[in-house]
């Protein structure tokens, strides 16, 4: 920018694209008139650019309540439904007015939505579920009447075959313009960022053309004054080495051309006088000359020492503007930088953040520069019952010189409350070492939530779901065992076939219902002393069948005399059946799954290897995450819900243990679980993990 600026002054310079009339005092002026007018302008653009997100969030804001009040709604609906089934079932005239009542104010919290919701993308979802529950309130119109009629099993009949069938449809809608309001919100959001940077970036870009024409400008009045002074400086040191008939340039209007005319008029005058002087200089020449040499000599060094300063001069303003538009380009930066940034030395002492990590952390600037990072910033551990204060990332940093980003930890504000944060501490390094750290971080309070709200819908839905399939599953069986009669062969297949649907379902509503439940932390671990030998074996047993089906061999190495280890025997049944189905479901056909176990002073690691399909390396990563199934076994249409291994790893880590694998395509994967000689970390809760084996 800097290199822009020197060139376009010297192109106008050169070329006189600039008017050469006006006084220095009135270039000043239009220079500084100039950078009003460029700053009115920065000004307009960042007034547009923060109207845009403060529409953007009020916008959001009023997203949020349609959201609250679609809640509500479904939780006045779900009040009639159950006024309605109460009236049923005791005929007390008290539940059909406690009924009438629900639907009055169902009724005025939809009016309010429909008003609200007018511009919104998901009122076309609000007017379905308007018309589903238009649609429950007839058959519940028509339940009431039988009642107050006294016909009671005709009000049955209505309720089962048309209520709860029009009642579901409504509960599905509800849950899916929900879904829609959310997808909107998050949208906005999206939408609400991008414009924030969209107007931060022509706000940053306007400061660049800002500086560039404010150098360009000043280079020029420099340029020009330099120039003209020079000029008259070299025709000075011409008529002292008595060149009487030089003239200064006369290239410009202003007081410096003033100047130079009338130097010339001195310098006419001097040379009528030296004319005649001229002959008494020449009689004295001759004496004089030893002296005029020793002057000369003086002079010229004078001059070289002039010439040197005046270069040095020039330069260090070059260096000095240099430096100065470095330092306002690097503040622009830091200032519309949304996310909060702390920088430190290598002793851990705060050397620069910025506006939006004082904003989130409460602190004034004062309060936190040359601090250590360690007393004035406090890490808490999210994942922990107890406020923990730890520094892991930052230290792990400082120690190992390689980027760490979590999400799991929370700062804690001058307030003392907490602000969960998604943290990106990266080192700085010079010649091969760490010499600080810059620690970026971001409030990730609504990501939360969300996670929480899913995780919780998540547990709901599978609590809903287990007891009709426990049911259907029942059923079946009396059906399989010929309790309502004899089946025929067709009949035997078909009801074969439903069952193992059935079962399936079941076990991944019970994966689901683990999962949420270590999602949401209420997970028990009870450790007992056990020998894990016994309980791998057992679930071998379990696993015969699938083994079988596959051809795959078991191959152990387990050490003949073992101690037991204090672990919760149900969750460690959950890790084993993970690892070794997977390991049986993922080998080739007639393929070795290899067990083993190995003690340490410790740890007790324990290692399941397959020679199957192995995991993708740049899918490796992921392996650990919810709902995640490599490519290459989707092709193989291989049987699995990507639930396994993120309960396996959730539960050995919760626990005190570590997982990892080593993996190669189309060689095959080992899965380590290393489990310390103490054994894993009682945690009490107020849910125990389903055992799927």
């Known amino acids: 920018m800097v290199g822009c600026a020197i060139v376009s002054g010297l192109f106008m310079y050169k070329f006189h694209l600039l008017p050469t009339r006006l006084s220095i005092g009135t270039k000043l002026l239009s220079g500084f008139l100039l950078v009003v007018l460029l700053l009115g302008v920065l000004g307009v653009q960042l007034t547009r650019?923060?109207?845009?997100?403060?529409?953007?969030?009020?916008?959001?804001?009023?997203?949020?309540?349609?959201?609250s009040n679609i809640d509500a709604l479904r939780r006045l609906h779900e009040q009639e439904v159950s006024s309605l089934t109460n009236y049923l079932v005791t005929e007390d005239p008290a539940w059909g007015t406690s009924l009438t009542e629900s639907m009055s104010l169902y009724d005025l919290l939809l009016s309010d939505l429909n008003a609200s919701m007018v511009d919104s993308s998901s009122a076309s979802a609000l007017s379905l579920y308007e018309h589903a529950v238009e649609v429950v309130r007839a058959a519940s119109s028509i339940v009431r009447d039988h009642i107050q009629s006294g016909q009671i099993e005709l009000?049955?009949?209505?309720?089962?075959?048309?209520f709860l069938l029009d009642e579901a449809r409504a509960s599905a809608l509800i849950v899916q313009l929900t879904s829609e309001m959310e997808d909107e919100i998050s949208t906005l959001l999206w939408e609400s960022k991008l414009g924030v940077l969209a107007?931060?970036?022509?706000?940053?870009?306007?400061?660049i053309i800002l500086i560039s024409i404010i150098g360009i400008f000043a280079f020029y009045l420099t340029v020009s004054i330099t120039h003209a002074i020079e000029n008259l400086h070299r025709t000075v040191e011409k008529i002292i080495a008595g060149d009487l008939d030089e003239r200064a340039a006369v290239g410009t209007r202003d007081e410096i051309g003033e100047l130079a005319s009338a130097f010339n008029v001195m310098t006419e005058k001097l040379h009528t006088s030296y004319e005649m002087v001229e002959q008494k200089v020449i009689r004295k020449t001759k004496e004089l000359r030893e002296t005029v040499e020793e002057v000369g000599e003086k002079n010229?060094?004078?001059?070289?020492?002039?010439?040197?300063?005046?270069e040095a001069m020039h330069n260090l303003q070059i260096e000095k503007n240099h430096l100065a538009h470095a330092k306002a380009k690097d503040d622009a930066?830091?200032?519309?930088?949304?996310?909060?940034?702390?920088?430190?030395?290598?002793?851990?002492?705060?050397?620069?953040t910025n506006a939006r990590?004082?904003?989130?952390?409460?602190?004034?600037l004062k309060e936190v520069m040359d601090q250590d990072f360690l007393d004035i910033i406090e890490l808490h551990d999210h994942d922990s019952d107890d406020s923990v204060r730890v520094a892991r990332p930052f230290q792990e940093v400082l120690r190992e010189g390689k980027r760490i980003t979590v999400t799991n930890y929370s700062y804690k504000r001058k307030d003392g409350s907490l602000i969960p944060v998604a943290i990106t501490v990266a080192p700085i390094r010079h010649d091969g070492r760490t010499v600080g750290v810059v620690n970026i971080f971001r409030d990730i309070t609504r990501e939360r939530e969300i996670d929480k709200a899913k995780t919780e819908f998540v547990s709901l839905a599978s609590h809903q779901l287990r007891s009709p399939l426990t049911a259907i599953k029942w059923y079946l069986e009396m059906l399989a065992g010929g309790v309502p009669g004899p089946l025929t062969d067709d009949q035997k297949d078909y009801v074969k076939d439903i069952s193992e649907n059935t079962q399936y379902m079941i076990d991944l509503v019970s994966k689901l219902l683990n999962v949420s439940r270590i999602d949401l932390g209420t997970f028990v671990i009870e450790p007992k002393m056990c020998d894990l030998r016994d309980l791998a074996n057992d679930i071998l047993k379990k696993l015969d069948v699938q083994r079988e089906q596959r051809e795959v061999t078991i191959q152990k190495d387990f050490p003949g005399v073992m101690k037991k280890i204090s672990v919760d025997p149900k969750l460690m049944r959950i890790v084993f059946q993970n690892l070794f189905s997977n390991a049986i479901k993922y080998s080739k056909p007639k393929g070795v799954v290899r067990l083993a176990i190995k003690q340490t002073a410790s740890e007790l690691i324990f290692s399941v290897e397959d020679h199957g399909y192995g995991i993708p390396?740049?899918?490796?990563?992921?392996?650990?995450?919810k709902l995640f199934r490599a490519s290459n076994v989707q092709e193989e249409q291989i049987e699995g819900n990507g639930l396994g291994l993120y309960m396996v790893k959730a539960i050995v880590e919760t626990g005190g243990g570590r997982v990892w694998f080593e993996s190669i395509v189309d060689e095959g994967t080992t899965f380590y679980l290393a489990l310390p000689v103490q054994g894993m970390h009682a945690q009490k809760g107020t849910k125990k993990l389903t055992d799927q084996s």
Do not use: C, P, W
């Open 49 to 67: 650019t923060l109207n845009g997100a403060r529409h953007a969030f009020v916008l959001i804001d009023h997203r949020v309540d349609d959201l």
């Open 155 to 162: 009000a049955h009949e209505v309720y089962d075959e048309v």
């Open 199 to 207: 107007g931060g970036n022509a706000f940053v870009l306007a400061a």
């Open 300 to 310: 010229t060094a004078l001059k070289k020492s002039k010439t040197a300063l005046v």
């Open 333 to 352: 930066i830091l200032s519309s930088i949304g996310d909060g940034l702390l920088v430190t030395d290598a002793g851990g002492v705060i050397t620069l």
């Open 357 to 364: 990590a004082l904003e989130m952390l409460g602190f004034e």
């Open 617 to 625: 390396k740049e899918e490796q990563f992921k392996i650990f995450g």
